[in-house]
């Protein structure tokens, strides 16, 4: 691994168990917090030295993963990696939707590219579809959502308050899991989902916004968007928002910054303003809008930001979250959703990186949890099991992708060869679930 | 010639201080190279004596003379080591043009003609066929003979994509430096780059101008053979495709098209709405087969739909007024309405005799004019487009100030020095138009000749657009051999601004751009 930051401190969290890691970056402090915390071999170098990463031992590793902050670095150090270790797999960060293009035409010999500003976008794009989400991951090509929902006073009756066995879910739905006060448990039919709690539900895309209905009722699709900042983060959210047509203003502070991205998407409407000035949100109807994302590149001016349009009556609000720290602050003062780039960056790094049979995993509720993508083998104990009788362990299957289709199980339904399960588990049982699978 | 010749440096020392900032001695021998070549221009009306038997020394002795000058002007400056750069690119774009007309004023002159013979009026002549206009002092037609009708066909058909474009396209390298000539003498506010190449674009279009004159006057004498149109000679075929690819509108008649058939009304008619179409996406949609293009192009949309509703208003007040009915009114209103639009300013009908309400139409049309690009005048339909579009943006950040709104066009952000650009060009244009009638109706008051103020105001836009007839007395089939000689020299300078579009002209009245 070369980068020892943010990113890559995250990334090492989730695949140290199974993975023997070699950590290199220039800064021996980070070096030293990451060995502190876990097993992992760390060398003092730079991701841009042959001979550096020669000595690291990039030679026999089986997969590279350059996560600097830098696209240089982690392009050169792909292309090392790639000259000293054909085989290996090599993933590179980098922040540039570019290079992200040039990947996909086949131009970029690495097996994977991870964009932060690209997965940040995809990641509030799928939250502004599920507005009553707190956090959503696709599986299985989008036919499987995983979210997470606050569960707010005036949800539907039908789903809270009662036993889950008699209460009445949305179809090819599940919920996988209940948090109360920090607290996670996997659901049992007795167990009854009051407000204040949070879920997380799996199941279909129309069984998500069904349920976000449910929870927050009187939400509808949201067609207008206010993105404040438009920099790199706010343009890319900008452009898959206007691919999914859905209205969007863009406030930027930076002159020149609102020219280009006024020129980058004839159908947004651009401001140069703070966003700050009241007579501003005032006049232009800002409180208007059905969602505001705060993508601005300092998270005090992004929270202050958030408050005031909540003030003006954006009922919706997303922001960026730059720094870690910056979550629970972002929680505590009543922001709906905060994104941290660098989470959902290394999340797409772990999930390419993990298992060869795990296609993807996300991680919930501050990386505690994981969602698994597990193709079943032959030789699994659990082939031709009932869902009833499948034991509990910490770990509860979602769904099951069999020929390309997504199947929400029931308890009648069996485990076959070959299907792809999506299983929620505590992270420190995911070695073993994959293992007995 | 010497390919071991020395570079002499001059003395390191400070010299005397310069205070003209233009190479002058270097913008004389360009338009004498200009002028050397430009004299070869008379070889066409030269064959068309001999071959009708009329005398060639008019025709010899102008192109000799404006040989013989462009030479020495040529010879006496070769010393000048200085280029032609942007700087002096306006200066002889502007004095070509002068001169190019002084050229086309000697056959007049020599001739001897009664109409032509007056300096002033074969120099209103001269520069009304260079400049594509088509505003002219001939009253009897038939007294003009077979040449010298020819080569006020010619002037038009030279001046119509440019002097210059035409020099860069054909002749050996000139010393020119860059594009700046080229902008100067081609109509819009920027040109459509066909090739990497200056030398190529202007070849290219020229190419495209002589094959569609080719094709018009083909299509024309093929009427005339199939006898549609029996006054259709080849020789009327060739002058009057002369006149309409350049948008330039004389004829070799006193009824302008009127004298021909129907048929040949509307062949005129569509090869005068390509006229005014942008040539470079002419070039792409034909040549290069991508006729998408067409559709694409924002100011090819507009031109078509304003050329729909100008053709259909025209039509209802023709068809209502009763001064025509059925196939003949859809031909006077559309003939007249692209005509005027695309300022070619042939008439298939008297429109002088029509009642106001059309006469303020036709006025409005001049202000439209042809594409960018192409060979029309006036103020130009990308114009009026981005000027819409600014305006928009304005009443838009009245309610919004913070709200960013590049202007696109066909998609692509213009520059805001471009739209500044459009919006001084429309302004100065205005400016000249109202000077200009504020002068004629002046002036008219000690003339002989009664020109209303609708009038002046339709002389004047008539000149600057380079559109040609206007109404009363100097209508499509009056003259404007009675007007005032200052109102005469009042319309060449109107015409020569009109057709360089204004800037390169006005730059030169600038201090600053003479002095460091």
């Known amino acids: 691994m070369i980068g020892a930051g943010q990113v890559g401190t995250t990334v090492v969290e989730a695949l140290h168990v199974d993975h023997e890691l070699t950590v290199l970056d220039t800064e021996p402090s980070r070096l030293s917090a990451v060995a502190y915390r876990y097993d992992v071999a760390t060398f003092q170098g730079d991701g841009t030295s042959r001979r550096d990463l020669a000595d690291a031992g990039i030679g026999s590793a089986d997969l590279i993963i350059a996560c600097t902050s830098r696209d240089e670095v982690n392009l050169v150090a792909g292309m090392f990696g790639r000259r000293e270790a054909p085989r290996a797999k090599t993933i590179i960060r980098t922040s540039e939707m570019e290079y992200v293009d040039l990947w996909r035409e086949g131009q970029l010999d690495v097996d994977f590219v991870v964009c932060s500003e690209l997965e940040t976008a995809h990641t509030i794009s799928r939250t502004i579809g599920v507005p009553a989400a707190r956090q959503t991951d696709v599986f299985a090509e989008g036919q499987v959502q995983i979210v997470e929902f606050d569960v707010e006073v005036g949800a539907s009756r039908d789903v809270t308050g009662v036993p889950l066995r008699d209460a009445e879910f949305p179809r090819d739905s599940k919920v996988m899991a209940i948090i109360r006060r920090g607290e996670t448990t996997l659901p049992r039919g007795d167990d009854v989902i009051e407000p204040g709690a949070r879920i997380v539900v799996i199941g279909s895309p129309q069984a998500a916004q069904q349920w976000s209905a449910l929870l927050a009722p009187g939400g509808a699709a949201v067609r207008d968007v206010v993105i404040f900042g438009a920099g790199r983060v706010g343009s890319a959210i900008a452009r898959v928002l206007l691919d999914q047509d859905i209205g969007v203003r863009l406030i930027e502070a930076s002159r020149e910054r609102a020219r280009v991205a006024a020129e980058a998407f004839p159908k947004a409407r651009v401001f140069n303003a703070t966003g700050f000035e009241p007579d501003f949100l005032e006049r232009e109807r800002i409180g208007q809008a059905q969602a505001g994302i705060f993508a601005m590149r300092d998270d005090t001016k992004n929270l202050y930001a958030a408050s005031l349009a909540k003030v003006h009556g954006i009922p919706f609000t997303i922001a960026v979250a730059h720094e870690a720290v910056s979550l629970a602050a972002f929680d505590q003062a009543g922001i709906d959703v905060a994104v941290n780039p660098r989470t959902v960056t290394a999340e797409e790094i772990v999930r390419f990186a993990h298992d060869p049979r795990t296609q993807q995993v996300a991680m919930l509720e501050e990386n505690r949890y994981e969602v698994l993508d597990v193709t079943t083998r032959e030789s699994s104990r659990y082939i031709g099991t009932k869902f009833r009788d499948m034991p509990v362990h910490g770990a509860l299957i979602g769904a099951i992708v069999r020929n390309g289709s997504a199947i929400f199980p029931h308890g009648d339904d069996v485990l076959q060869t070959g299907d792809r399960v999506i299983v929620f588990t505590e992270a420190s049982n995911a070695p073993w679930v994959i293992e007995a699978l | ?516």
């Open chain 2, 1 to 516: 010639m010497n390919a071991t010749s020395e570079v002499v440096l001059p003395p390191p020392r400070i010299g005397p201080r310069r205070r003209i900032a233009i190479d002058v001695a270097a913008s004389l021998n360009l338009i004498g190279a200009l002028g050397k070549y430009l004299g070869l221009a008379a070889l066409l009306p030269i064959a068309v004596a001999v071959w009708y038997g009329e005398s060639i020394w008019p025709f010899a002795a102008a192109g000799l003379i404006t040989s013989g000058l462009g030479l020495a002007l040529e010879r006496a400056t070769a010393h000048t080591s200085g280029r032609v750069g942007a700087r002096e690119g306006f200066l002889v774009v502007s004095a070509t043009w002068l001169l190019a007309a002084a050229f086309g004023a000697m056959p007049y002159v020599f001739s001897g003609s009664d109409q032509l013979g007056h300096p002033l009026d074969a120099y209103f002549e001269a520069m009304s066929g260079f400049t594509t206009t088509g505003a002219s002092v001939v009253t009897d037609f038939e007294d003009l003979s077979r040449s010298l009708a020819m080569w006020r066909q010619f002037t038009q058909w030279l001046g119509g994509m440019g002097i210059i474009v035409l020099a860069l396209a054909v002749l050996p390298r000139l010393r020119v430096g860059g594009r700046q000539l080229l902008e100067s003498e081609l109509p819009g506010p920027e040109i459509d780059q066909l090739s990497e190449r200056i030398r190529s674009t202007a070849r290219r279009l020229w190419v495209l101008y002589a094959g569609l004159t080719a094709l018009e006057a083909l299509a024309l004498s093929t009427l005339g053979w199939l006898g549609l149109d029996e006054r259709m000679t080849p020789y009327q075929a060739v002058a009057h495709a002369f006149t309409t690819m350049p948008t330039g509108g004389f004829s070799t008649q006193a009824r302008s098209i009127e004298a021909f058939a129907a048929a040949s009304q509307w062949v005129i008619v569509l090869f005068m709405a390509l006229a005014g179409a942008n040539f470079a996406l002419l070039y792409r949609a034909f040549v290069r087969r991508r006729p998408e293009a067409l559709a694409r192009d924002e100011e090819f949309r507009l031109y078509l739909v304003l050329l729909a509703v100008a053709g259909a208003a025209l039509v209802a007040q023709v068809w209502s007024y009763g001064i025509a009915e059925g196939e003949d009114a859809f031909r006077s209103g559309i003939f007249q309405a692209v005509s005027i639009m695309t300022t070619t300013g042939y008439a298939s009908a008297d429109f002088a005799l029509w009642p106001v309400l059309c006469l303020l139409t036709l006025f409005a049309l001049m202000f439209v004019g042809g594409s960018a690009g192409s060979t029309g005048g006036g103020i130009k339909v990308v114009r009026h487009l981005l000027l819409g579009k600014v305006l928009r943006r304005e009443l838009d950040q009245t309610v919004s100030p913070e709200v960013v709104m590049p202007i696109r066009l066909h998609g692509t952000p213009v520059d805001e020095r471009t739209l500044r650009a459009v919006a001084v060009f429309v302004l100065l244009y205005v400016g000249i138009w109202a000077g200009g009638a504020a002068v004629i109706a002046i002036d008219s008051a000690f003339g002989d000749v009664v020109v209303s103020p609708l009038d002046a105001l339709a002389i004047s836009a008539t000149a600057v657009a380079n559109v040609g007839p206007s109404f009363g007395a100097t209508g499509p089939m009056g003259s404007y051999a009675e007007l005032n000689e200052a109102s005469k020299l009042t319309m060449i300078g109107l015409m020569w601004i009109g057709r360089l579009e204004i800037v390169p002209v006005i730059v030169l009245l600038t201090r600053h751009y003479w002095r460091t």
